[in-house]
C-alpha cells in the first residue's frame, strides 16, 4: 500500500534518531555525518519555512496546470462539462502526487499541495454532482463530499504518509458523524455530545491497540495524532460551554444569552475533571502530550466558568490566579529539582535547548542598554620613559 521504498523510509527514521543522540551528545557530530552518508533517504525537507515556500510553489504549479487545462474549456457553458473539469483537477492531483512520489518527495512541500489539492477538488466535483443548484445545496450533497473527503483522505495517508491528511480524516469523520446524528437520527442533537464522547473514547483505544501491535513504524505518527485527537475531542464533547454554546447556534432563535441545556450539572462536572483526569495520568504516566492537552483544558474550564458566572473581577480574579499559579510551580520546582528520573526539573538531554536563555539575555540587555564592548582607540601621541610622575620625562626622580 506504501509507494514509498520502506527501506528508505527506514532510512529516514534511523537518520532522525541519530540526529536526536547528537542533540544529546551520545555521539558526535562525526559520527552523525558518517550515518547521514551511508544511510540514502527519501528527498524531504525538515525546516518549516522552506517546506511552507515550496508549499506555495506547489500551490502555484498546481493551479497552473489546472488552469492550462481550464483554457481548452473556453466556451463551454455547460454545467456538466464544469464538473468534468474539476473532476480532471482533481485527476490532476491524485497524478502528480503519484509522479512526486516517485521521484522520492516525502513531506517536501511540493508533494503536500498535491495531496490537498486532490482531496478538495475531488470533495467539490462530488458535490456538484449531486447538487442541482448551487443556490439549494441540500444534506445529501454535503454529506456526500464528507464520506469523500473522509475515505479519500484516509488511503491517501496509507499510501503516502501524509500527517494532514491523517489529521483530515479525523476532522472529517468526526464532522460526518455529528451531521448524520444531527440530521437524520431522532433527538440526534440531544444525544450529540455522548456519540461524540463514544466515538473519542472507541478511537482512543483503537488507537492504542494499533500502537502496542505497531510492527513497523510508518505509521506510528498518524495513529499517535489520531490518539491525541481523541483526547482533545473527549473533552471538548462534555465541555459546559461548547455543549451549551453549539446547541444554542444549531437550533437558532436567540441573540445574546444562550438558554440552558438538559443535565447541566453533568456537563459541569465534566468540565472540570476531565482536565484534573488528564493531568494526573500525564504525571503519572509521564505522557508530555497529555500533560500540555491537560494543561489548556483546564485554561479552557477557567474560561468556560468565567463566561457564565463572575463571581470576582477579571482584575482581582487574574492576581489570584497568578499567586497560585506562582505558589504551585515555586513548591513543584522545590519537590522536584533533585529528582534523577521519572518527573523531575532537570534538563531533558533530549531537548537541551538554549533559547530560553539567549531569550534572557536579550532581555537583560535591551532593559539595561548594555552595548556590545567597544576597544577605544589607540591615541597618536605616544608616553614613555619616565620612572615617576612625568609622562615623556626621561629622568629619574
Given at each position: 500500500m506504501i509507494v514509498y521504498d520502506k527501506n528508505l523510509l527506514k532510512n529516514i527514521f534511523l537518520v532522525n534518531e541519530a540526529e536526536n543522540l547528537q542533540k544529546a551528545n551520545f555521539i558526535t557530530k562525526e559520527q552523525l555525518d558518517t550515518v547521514s552518508k551511508e544511510l540514502p533517504v527519501l528527498k524531504s525537507q525538515d525546516n518549516i519555512l522552506i517546506r511552507i515556500g515550496f508549499f506555495l510553489l506547489g500551490v502555484f504549479l498546481y493551479s497552473s496546470i489546472c488552469g492550462t487545462i481550464s483554457l481548452l474549456g473556453i466556451g463551454a457553458s455547460?454545467?456538466?462539462?464544469?464538473?468534468?473539469?474539476?473532476?480532471?483537477?482533481?485527476?490532476?492531483?491524485?497524478?502528480?502526487?503519484?509522479?512526486?512520489?516517485?521521484?522520492?518527495?516525502?513531506?517536501?512541500?511540493l508533494d503536500d499541495a498535491f495531496v490537498l489539492g486532490a482531496q478538495l477538488t475531488l470533495a467539490i466535483a462530488v458535490a456538484m454532482t449531486f447538487t442541482t443548484s448551487i443556490l439549494r445545496i441540500s444534506n445529501a450533497d454535503v454529506l456526500s463530499s464528507?464520506?469523500?473527503?473522509?475515505?479519500?483522505?484516509?488511503?491517501?495517508?496509507?499510501?503516502?504518509?501524509?500527517?494532514?491528511?491523517?489529521?483530515?480524516?479525523?476532522?472529517?469523520?468526526?464532522?460526518?458523524?455529528?451531521?448524520?446524528?444531527?440530521?437524520?437520527?431522532?433527538?440526534?442533537?440531544?444525544?450529540?455530545?455522548f456519540v461524540f464522547m463514544l466515538y473519542a473514547i472507541g478511537m482512543y483505544c483503537s488507537s492504542k491497540v494499533l500502537l502496542k501491535n505497531l510492527k513497523e513504524p510508518f505509521y506510528y505518527n498518524g495513529i499517535l495524532l489520531m490518539k491525541n485527537f481523541s483526547k482533545v475531542l473527549f473533552y471538548l464533547s462534555g465541555n459546559?460551554?461548547?455543549?451549551?454554546?453549539?446547541?444554542?447556534?444549531?437550533?437558532?432563535?436567540?441573540?445574546?444569552?444562550?438558554?440552558?441545556?438538559?443535565?447541566?450539572?453533568?456537563?459541569?462536572?465534566?468540565?472540570?475533571?476531565?482536565?484534573?483526569?488528564?493531568?494526573?495520568?500525564?504525571?503519572?504516566?509521564?505522557?508530555?502530550?497529555l500533560l500540555w492537552i491537560g494543561f489548556l483544558s483546564f485554561c479552557f474550564s477557567i474560561f468556560t466558568f468565567r463566561t457564565y458566572h463572575h463571581v470576582l473581577p477579571t482584575e482581582v480574579a487574574l492576581t489570584f490566579g497568578g499567586l497560585l499559579l506562582f505558589a504551585f510551580t515555586y513548591f513543584a520546582i522545590r519537590k522536584i529539582r533533585e529528582n534523577e528520573k521519572g518527573v523531575t526539573f532537570k534538563s531533558d538531554r533530549f531537548d537541551n535547548s538554549n533559547s530560553l536563555l539567549n531569550a534572557e539575555a536579550l532581555i537583560i540587555a535591551s532593559t539595561f542598554g548594555m552595548k556590545p564592548e567597544v576597544k577605544p582607540e589607540e591615541s597618536p601621541m605616544e608616553f614613555g620613559g619616565g620612572d615617576f610622575s612625568g609622562g615623556g620625562s626621561g629622568g629619574s626622580f
Open positions: 455547460s454545467n456538466d462539462f464544469f464538473i468534468a473539469l474539476i473532476y480532471l483537477f482533481a485527476i490532476v492531483g491524485f497524478v502528480g502526487t503519484e509522479l512526486l512520489a516517485q521521484q522520492k518527495y516525502y513531506r517536501y512541500g464528507m464520506i469523500t473527503v473522509t475515505v479519500v483522505s484516509f488511503f491517501m495517508y496509507l499510501r503516502y504518509l501524509h500527517l494532514s491528511s491523517a489529521l483530515i480524516f479525523c476532522l472529517a469523520s468526526t464532522t460526518t458523524l455529528g451531521f448524520v446524528f444531527f440530521n437524520y437520527i431522532e433527538l440526534g442533537s440531544v444525544i450529540l455530545p459546559y460551554f461548547v455543549v451549551r454554546e453549539f446547541s444554542a447556534s444549531l437550533s437558532g432563535g436567540y441573540y445574546e444569552i444562550s438558554p440552558e441545556i438538559p443535565f447541566s450539572m453533568f456537563f459541569w462536572i465534566f468540565t472540570f475533571i476531565v482536565p484534573v483526569l488528564y493531568l494526573f495520568f500525564g504525571l503519572r504516566n509521564k505522557d508530555r502530550v
